[in-house]
């Protein structure tokens, strides 16, 4: 059994799950370098400025989501209402 599907209970218990992360997926060691690149070689000004339009999206996409949610649920409680309905129309025919 992989070490990565286990709960660490140690440092090096932790060490082995990050190796096994990086086997099973080669790209994170890519990403993480790529990604120290990027804060290595922008200034902080220039990182904050890329981060606000990344936090605006994403306070929009969850706003748009908590809308969609409420439009299931509407629709939800419709459905059981009709169903409800139609349910009571058996009852009285029999």
């Not at 990086?22 to 060691?29: E, H, K, T």
């Not at 981060?51 to 999206?57: G, H, N, R, T």
């Given at each position: 059994?992989?070490?990565?599907?286990?709960?660490?209970n140690s440092c090096?218990?932790?060490?082995?799950r990050a190796f096994d992360a990086?086997?099973?997926?080669?790209?994170?060691?890519t990403l993480k370098g790529r990604?120290?690149?990027?804060?290595?070689?922008?200034?902080?000004?220039?990182l904050i400025e890329a981060?606000?339009?990344?936090?605006?999206?994403a306070q929009n996409e969850i706003r748009c989501a908590r809308n969609d949610l409420e439009k299931a649920t509407?629709?939800?409680s419709f459905i059981l209402l009709i169903v409800?309905?139609?349910?009571?129309?058996?009852?009285i025919e029999r």
């Open positions: 059994m992989s070490t990565f599907s286990q709960q660490p090096i218990e932790e060490q082995i990086l086997i099973l997926f080669p790209w994170l060691n990604f120290m690149d990027l804060l290595d070689n922008k200034r902080d000004i220039d981060l606000l339009p990344e936090v605006a999206k509407n629709r939800l409800n309905k139609l349910i009571g129309r058996q009852e």
